[in-house]
T-cell receptor
Framework: GEDVEQSLFLSVREGDSSVINCTYT??????LYWYKQEPGAGLQLLTY?????DMKQDQRLTVLLNKKDKHLSLRIADTQTGDSAIYFC???????????FGTGTKLQVIP | DSGVTQTPKHLITATGQRVTLRCSPR?????VYWYQQSLDQGLQFLIQ???????AKGNILERFSAQQFPDLHSELNLSSLELGDSALYFC????????????FGSGTRLTVV
C-alpha cells in the first residue's frame, strides 16, 4: 500500500539550515514532491524530483532522494521567518493518478 | 490566485445538516481531487473525478458524495454532519499530462457545531 511518513514538527533558528525528512513505501512512484502550506492557505508546489534522480537544487532548496531506502529530504538553506509553514512530502505516478501526501511537517523558524 | 476556485471559504453548520462544497478547476484541467485536512490526520484523499467520471476513491465516508459536471466543476456533498467532520476541505486539479502534481484551491473550512 501507499504510505508517506514525516515527522510532525521542526524548529530552527533564523539563518540556520532546515532539513525535513520523509519516507515513502510505493516503489513505483515516479515523482516525489514537496508542497508548502502557509497558514490559512492551500498547498503550493515547492519543488519536485523524478525518481531516477538523486538530487535537485533550486536556489535555497535542495532535495535528496535515496530510492533504495525510499527516503526523501528537503533542505532549506539560510532559513527565514517567511519559511515558517507546513511542508508536505508527496509521491505520485504521473498521469491522472492520485498523489499521496504525508502528514506534513510544521516548520517553526525562531528569529 | 492558483486558478482553482473553491466556495464557500468558510461554512458553519449544525450537526445533522447537509452542505455542498464547490470547486472550479483550473482552465483545461480535467481531473479534480478532493482532500480532507483535519488537525490530527494530515491530508486525506477522498475522491477523484476525471472528465465527469469517478476515477478513484479514498477514505470517503458513505455520508459524503461528489460529482463532476459537464463544465468540469465539482461538488462535494456532506450529509448527516458530525462534529468530527469539521475540517479543511481542499480541491485540487491537474491536467492528465501534468507532472507537476496538483494545483490546489484555498480550501473550504467547515465547522460543525
Amino acid at each position: 500500500g501507499e504510505d508517506v511518513e514525516q515527522s510532525l514538527f521542526l524548529s530552527v533558528r533564523e539563518g540556520d539550515s532546515s532539513v525535513i525528512n520523509c519516507t515513502y513505501t510505493d516503489s513505483s512512484s515516479t515523482y516525489l514532491y514537496w508542497y508548502k502550506q502557509e497558514p490559512g492557505a492551500g498547498l503550493q508546489l515547492l519543488t519536485y524530483i523524478f525518481s531516477n534522480m538523486d538530487m535537485k537544487q533550486d536556489q535555497r532548496l535542495t532535495v535528496l532522494l535515496n530510492k533504495k531506502d525510499k527516503h526523501l529530504s528537503l533542505r532549506i538553506a539560510d532559513t527565514q521567518t517567511g519559511d515558517s509553514a507546513i511542508y508536505f512530502c508527496a509521491e505520485g505516478s504521473g498521469g491522472y493518478q492520485k498523489v499521496t501526501f504525508g502528514t506534513g511537517t510544521k516548520l517553526q523558524v525562531i528569529p | 490566485d492558483s486558478g482553482v476556485t473553491q466556495t464557500p471559504k468558510h461554512l458553519i453548520t449544525a450537526t445533522g445538516q447537509r452542505v455542498t462544497l464547490r470547486c472550479s478547476p483550473r482552465s483545461g484541467d480535467l481531473s479534480v481531487y478532493w482532500y480532507q485536512q483535519s488537525l490530527d490526520q494530515g491530508l486525506q484523499f477522498l475522491i477523484q473525478y476525471y472528465n465527469g467520471e469517478e476515477r478513484a476513491k479514498g477514505n470517503i465516508l458513505e455520508r459524503f458524495s461528489a460529482q463532476q459536471f459537464p463544465d468540469l466543476h465539482s461538488e462535494l456533498n456532506l450529509s448527516s454532519l458530525e462534529l468530527g467532520d469539521s475540517a479543511l476541505y481542499f480541491c485540487a486539479s491537474r491536467r492528465t499530462d501534468d507532472i507537476y502534481g496538483y494545483t490546489f484551491g484555498s480550501g473550504t473550512r467547515l465547522t460543525v457545531v
